[in-house]
């Protein structure tokens, strides 16, 4: 069964600084990748994927993740935090085999940012 | 373009008490589903619907009904209510049932006394 991992259930960064959210998964392939930013009292929208290919994807509103497998990661980074980048995170992963076509969540991490 | 449109936005029911849980997508697309989201947990798949006619359980299926009523409509049921289901309930649509990304609705904010 796979799994992803979120390390850090909140993370506090100043205005200006890098933003990196962490993201592992655990699967018995290798998965297609989906950041979701949630801003309060909304649903989850689409920040990037990785499906194949280019291992370095760029995504919405300035963010980026690099899918790395022999590290089963695929962290989310931006140069220079916003204020309005203030959200809920989460990363998730689609697998094949028998999760073919449900998606794991992670546990979701908090992004504060101070100005 | 409304894509994914959830109702009702919240609700309150008593311990016991029977309650559907409507969704409509505007995206003509063949895969719906139902997702509970917990704090510290992520979310969760309740059910799925691959295509019109077909449901499949998902992690947590337990005390939840669904039916995929047409191409655009997937709707929830819980038939007696109980205080772990107090969630938000996100519904969700993608192309069909693949590796494109899900669109989800704003959520239906629950809560069971």
């Known amino acids: 069964a796979q799994s992803v991992t979120q390390l850090g259930s909140h993370v506090s960064v100043s205005e200006g600084a890098l933003v990196l959210l962490r993201c592992n998964y655990s699967?018995?392939?290798?998965?297609?990748l989906f950041w979701y930013v949630q801003y309060p009292n909304q649903g989850l929208q689409l920040l990037l994927k990785?499906?194949?290919?280019?291992?370095l994807v760029k995504g919405i509103n300035g963010f980026e993740a690099e899918f790395k497998k022999s590290e089963t990661s695929f962290h989310l980074t931006k140069p220079s935090a916003h204020m309005s980048d203030a959200a809920e995170y989460f990363c998730?992963?689609?697998?094949?085999?028998?999760?073919?076509?449900?998606?794991?969540f992670g546990q979701g991490t908090i992004l504060t940012v101070h100005p | 373009n409304a894509g994914v449109t959830q109702t009702p936005k919240f609700q309150v029911l008593k311990t016991g008490q029977s309650m559907t849980l409507q969704c409509a997508q505007d995206?003509?697309?063949?895969?719906m589903y139902w997702y509970r989201q917990d704090p510290g947990m992520g979310l969760r798949l309740i059910y799925y619907s691959a295509s019109e006619g077909t449901t499949d359980k998902g992690e947590v299926p337990n005390g939840y009904n669904v039916s995929r009523l047409n191409k655009r409509e997937f709707s929830l049921r819980l038939e007696s209510a109980a205080p772990s289901q107090t969630s938000v309930y996100f519904c969700?649509?993608?192309?069909?049932?693949?590796?494109?990304?899900?669109?989800f609705g704003d959520g239906t904010r629950l809560s069971i006394l």
């Open positions: 969700a649509s993608s192309v069909d049932r693949g590796y494109q990304p899900q669109h």
């Open positions: 998730a992963a689609n697998a094949g085999g028998t999760s073919y076509g449900k998606l794991t």
């Open positions: 995206m003509n697309h063949n895969s």
């Open positions: 699967s018995s392939v290798p998965p297609y």
């Open positions: 990785y499906t194949t290919g280019a291992t």
